[in-house]
């Protein structure tokens, strides 16, 4: 049934939540009882006059009983009923619920978003508590204080004619490394409660190459121009003030050589009007302007109106680039999720893949993702080739049939798909921590 169907169902849900009878109703709007029953039971056509005249008795507004619930709460509603494995009929029947019960949609709603909330909050914090070097060193450091302090308590506890200068320095020894652990634990509350959104903080060379690309909006003008000119590559990684470290400033370098090598071969100017022309086809404008596809998605992602994320990643599936998209997990720490397209390429160089993913855990959003595989010009004789998988991950534009998408994770520690060949460890999300 239509929204627009739906008018008399929610009519009767507000009547009925006003606490008026329908007869009542009917006689405050000058019909019969059984021309509003009909009403109710969506038999009716409403609209004009007589609509206002029901709205303003029941002292909504009139959009409240043509539209129902609004867009985004039919949308929630939809993904808790996919999480609960209801049947498409079921999960069509969302706006129907909507308009005929509105507060317990409310309530439903709130709670998956809430649902959805927490296993963010669980990816986060699984991610860091099992691969995080910065807090593995800060638990190192609070264990090894504690391990001092117990040993040197135990000593003067258990040592009766211990002398008194000796008694002394164990006593400084116990005030020294208590200090020290309750600056390391609060250094390390800190760490724990900081918001990685709002305060971004780089603990590895590549955090810090991925802050310093972000600050640029991964566009940089003065590369569109000036080439593979090294000195303006090394002015922009010798005072990025996100390059801390020599290891960080070295990535960032081979990357930007990269995007000048790219924008010299592929000026933005002939790509925009390729895809003007041919529209957002990787394969398509890779012919058009003849370069290679792993060029043209690294070029894509770079366009801003395109909202685009993009992967790189190595022989050995380690990913060493990550434009990160709304909506899209990509694990900072541990492996990915072997099914996807980027590592399904590695194997087959020059072949292009395009599937649409739809990512479980939260949310169900849905991309269309590009990959191709490309090897790396040849570093000698006898030499195994270097290849590099490269992924454009794009926000979904036209619905597809189920059948048509592939359900892939995160990673296996969070992802939610209990029947997965290539599931590597348990799921907390299904078998607890």
Not at 101 to 124: C, K, S, Y
Not at 150 to 167: Q, V
Not at 333 to 353: D, E, H, K, R, S
């Amino acid at each position: 049934m239509s929204r627009e169907g739906l008018t008399g169902s929610r009519i009767r849900e507000r009547r009925v939540m006003a606490g008026q009878k329908q007869a009542d109703l009917a006689k405050a709007i000058g019909i019969s009882a059984s021309y509003l029953n009909l009403i109710e039971h969506n038999r009716r056509r409403i609209g004009g006059k007589l609509l206002l005249n029901i709205a303003s008795a029941l002292a909504v507004e009139p959009t409240t009983l043509t539209e129902g619930a609004e867009a985004a709460l039919i949308s929630t509603l939809r993904e808790a009923a996919d999480d609960a494995g209801l049947s498409a009929t079921e999960a069509a029947r969302a706006d129907e619920f909507a308009g005929r019960f509105p507060g317990w949609a409310d309530v439903l709603a709130n709670a998956q978003r809430r649902i959805a909330t927490l296993e963010r909050t669980v990816e986060t914090l699984t991610d860091r508590l099992a691969h995080d070097p910065h807090l593995a060193a800060s638990m190192h450091e609070l264990l090894s204080t504690a391990a001092a302090i117990r040993s040197t308590a135990s000593i003067l506890a258990d040592t009766k004619t211990l002398e008194p200068e000796w008694r002394d320095r164990f006593h400084i020894n116990i005030d020294q490394d208590s200090r020290r652990l309750a600056d390391s634990a609060q250094a390390l509350v800190g760490y724990l409660e900081a918001d990685p959104e709002t305060t971004p903080v780089a603990h590895s060379p590549q955090e810090e190459v991925e802050a310093f690309l972000a600050s640029h909006r991964y566009r940089f003008a003065t590369l569109e121009t000036a080439g593979r000119d090294a000195d303006v590559i090394d002015r922009l990684t010798q005072t990025a003030p996100e390059l801390k470290s020599v290891a960080a400033r070295h990535i960032a370098r081979d990357v930007l050589h990269q995007v000048a090598l790219d924008a010299a071969a592929l000026p933005m100017v002939t790509l925009t009007k390729a895809m003007d022309t041919l529209g957002p086809d990787p394969v398509t404008v890779a012919a058009q302007v003849q370069q290679p596809v792993g060029r043209v998605l690294r070029r894509m992602a770079a366009m801003p109106e395109l909202r685009a994320g993009l992967l790189i990643c190595d022989r050995s599936g380690t990913v060493i680039f990550r434009k990160s998209i709304d909506g899209f997990v990509v694990p900072r720490f541990g492996a990915c999720c072997p099914l996807w397209p980027l590592f399904a390429v590695l194997g087959n160089p020059g072949v292009v893949t395009h599937a649409r993913l739809e990512q479980l855990g939260r949310g169900h959003s849905e991309f269309d993702c590009v990959a191709t595989c490309e090897s790396l010009p040849a570093q000698g004789y006898n030499v195994p080739p270097l290849v590099q998988a490269v992924m454009l991950i794009l926000p979904a534009r036209n619905p597809v049939a189920t059948s048509m998408k592939l359900d892939v994770g995160a990673t296996c520690r969070v992802c939610p798909r209990q029947a997965c060949a290539a599931r590597r460890e348990p799921s907390i999300l299904n078998d607890g921590v």
